[in-house]
Nanobody, 124 residues
């Protein structure tokens, strides 16, 4: 099982940017699909973006498309989330997640490993 540790959250004004990073342990990192989810208070955890094992394919929720960019570095076992043009509605705890396979998936139940989460707060 992959262990994940997120970093990079914080407080930012609307329109600003943040970059989240997720460090993964385990030798299978380069063969698994990675994703970022977020969960706002009182809401369900939602898929926002994912990336294929090679990095060639990325997927985005409509709510973040054009503003967020996911990337990965298999040599360093890291996956990053660049968040631009942040909005107050982006405020949530952000989680890095790893699938047990390399196949695209968006439901939280399909992910075997989770980070501890990092808070992102966007002020208006």
């Amino acid at each position: 099982q992959v262990q994940l540790v997120e970093s990079g959250g914080g407080l930012v004004q609307a329109g600003g940017s943040l970059r989240l990073s997720c460090a993964a342990s385990g030798r299978t990192f380069s063969s698994i699909y990675m994703a970022w989810f977020r969960q706002a208070p009182g809401k369900e955890r939602e898929f926002i973006t994912g990336i294929s094992p090679s990095g060639a394919n990325t997927h985005y929720a409509d709510s973040v498309k054009g503003r967020f960019t996911i990337s990965r570095d298999n040599a360093k076992n890291t996956v990053n989330l660049q968040m631009n043009s942040l909005k107050p509605e982006d405020t949530a705890v952000y989680y890095c997640a790893a699938r047990g396979s390399g196949i695209y998936y968006t439901a939280p139940a399909g992910f075997a490993s989770w980070g501890q989460g990092t808070q992102v707060t966007v002020s208006s």
